[in-house]
């Protein structure tokens, strides 16, 4: 059964996914493709049934292997549920059974239609583009498309000659049979399937900025059309990566690559280890600038500490919003003050009747639920002083990398850090209180 009311029908509370060997090939010019995809399954209840999500591919066969033992596994794709695969293990398993399965498929991946518009594997002019959240990861692999199931990965993909495709974590093409040419990626860093991801397009590898001490290495693909102005664009990253460091601590994969698709995308997009943007983000304006700082920001927020609800995505979003008036004060254009006094008025000039920790599926990527979290990240700044905020935050990435985090949680750590600033517990929840569970913008915080 589904755990999140926000995308019914999607995941399971039964089973989580720790490792996904995946091997894909890509044909593009049919837009279709065929994996193998080696799923090392946790259930977390006794079952016989493993509920997976696969959005309209086919599949012709599953293997199950239990302490290396095979399984008579059967699975069904059922006709009026046409984006679950369910796995039936032949007799009940206990909680905590490791369940490898190979799973085989193919087909024409579509994105999945939403509240939010289509999710997914998305075909390109002349390329492909994944933009997983929050649901999408089921249009190209077999997955638990929850966050609370997270995974590491090694992904293996077949494409034409002539193209660059990228997936998540350290990668390098591994064989080469005619036109055709694979890539295999490592992503070590466990994570939710929507932030798995492929972009695929007549790209190149563009050498990002010097590199800084102490900055991961950051990579930058786009097509030779856009290269000169990608360079240009993203030229402020290793700086606003040494600031993120110096306020949240260690980054949290092995390497940052941004990929620039020949595109104009409405929205920029985090995946593991990875942003993606369009070409109408090379402007060189402070609306692409701050939308390079947020994608980036999510690394720590939303990639390593991620939500265990869509209701929360404040705890992502907050975040990635407030780090953009960070890097608006860490590259002198302004203050995180005037950015977030700004900010703050914006919001008030607008009614709003919903709460920051349920604003409703359609409404949880609406730009007021953006703004009211990174708000309320600043009025949480401003109770507990500078100082003592910096050391909260970066014990919350801390404590909470690759793992689930909710409000209730946050609560309970800004308690635990409230004596350092002499705040009371009762000051702490009239704070949270007043932000996360009611509609009303309270003053801006003084
Ligand atoms: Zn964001």
Redesign the pocket.
Known sequence: MSTDPYVPGIGTDAATIEHIVLDLDVRLAANRIAGTAVLHVRLTRQSRRVELDLHRLRVSSVAAVVDGRPLKASFSQPRRWPSRLVVDLGESRSEGTLVELTVSYAGTPVPRRSPWGTIGWEELTDGVLVAGQPHGASTWLPCVDSPVSRSTADITLTCDAGYLPVANGVGAPVRTRGSRVAWRWRLSQPVPAYLLTVQIGRYRLVDAAAPVAGVPPLRLIASPRTEQRARAALAPQPAMMAAFIDAYGPYPFEEYTAVVADEVLE?PL?AAGMSLFGTNHLDGSWESERLIA??MA?QWF?NAVTLGRWADLWL??GF??WSEWLWAEASGRSTISSMARRAWQRLADEPVGLVLTDPGAPEMFEDWV?KRGALTVEALRRLLGRDVFGSMLRAWVQENRFGTVDTPGLRAHVHAWAPRASVTPAQVDALFDAWTLRPELPPFPG
């Open positions: 929205i985090e947020h994608e999510h939303g992502h979003e990635a919003c953006y």
